[in-house]
């Protein structure tokens, strides 16, 4: 089906998708919130134990964290599966931190007068396409990050990962994957669909890390 181009978006660049919503539909919010919950269980059911999930996720994690800190760990060892929450949460904060603001302020450089130092957010106004989406990139992982630090404490406080074969952090595991490798290239590149089901899935899959602490208790 065709998706009939809005004339006030066409005139400012923006293509329609059919996720599209008028903001007279109060229903929106009960869609999204619907969406999330329902994304819960669907996280769970990925990260099960001895998941598909697991046996691609922990080996690739691990792989980043033997290169960042140039030592090896082991499924033998009783505290990989907390070296690896920890990797893991600490790398998400350097995509949030470091990476993205680099986005940020190329989006920004992209139109008008470019990134000005002296004010750096004034560059980000009227932006469109994929300047807007640069900088969009950034402030959404600024949003969701505590999401994860969130559940990443829970987890190392009240139920610490004792092996790397822990749904609990597969979960977190999958939350840092979608949104920094799947969900960042999503945006900048305008994928919509693709954007939206993997910030939905790692939104569902941090919360539901929450639920599973809570669970253990």
């Known amino acids: 089906m065709c998706i009939q181009r809005d004339p006030q978006k ?29 994304l819960i269980p669907v996280a769970s ?15 690739a994690f691990r792989l980043g964290c033997n290169v960042f800190l140039g030592r090896s760990g082991s499924d033998s060892d009783p505290r990989e599966g907390m070296r690896l929450l920890v990797f893991a949460t600490g ?15 190329c989006g920004q450089s992209m139109i008008g007068k470019g990134y000005k130092n002296k004010e750096p957010r004034s560059g980000k106004l009227n932006l469109k396409g994929k300047a807007r989406r640069l900088v969009s990139t ?33 979960r977190i595991l999958l ?3 979608l949104k920094s490798f799947i969900y960042i290239p999503a945006y900048v590149f305008n994928v919509d669909l693709l954007r939206t089901a993997s910030h939905n899935l790692a939104i569902g899959s941090a919360v539901g890390a929450v639920w599973e602490v809570l669970a253990r208790l």
Not at 46 to 52: D, H, M, P, Q, R
Not at 93 to 104: D, G
């Open 10 to 38: 066409a005139q400012e660049g923006i293509d329609n998708s059919f996720l599209d919503y008028d903001s007279s539909k109060t229903s929106i919010t009960v869609s999204v919130a619907g969406a999330y919950l329902a």
């Open 45 to 59: 059911k990925i990260c099960a134990k001895g998941s598909l999930a697991e046996r691609m996720l922990v080996p």
């Open 91 to 105: 790398f998400s904060a350097l995509i949030a931190y470091a990476i993205t603001p680099a986005l940020s302020v």
């Open 138 to 170: 950034h402030e959404n992982l600024l949003e969701t990050f505590p999401v994860l630090a969130i559940a990443a404490a829970f987890s190392a406080a009240l139920a610490p990962p004792t092996s790397t074969s822990d749904p609990l952090l597969t």
């Open 175 to 177: 939350h840092v994957f």
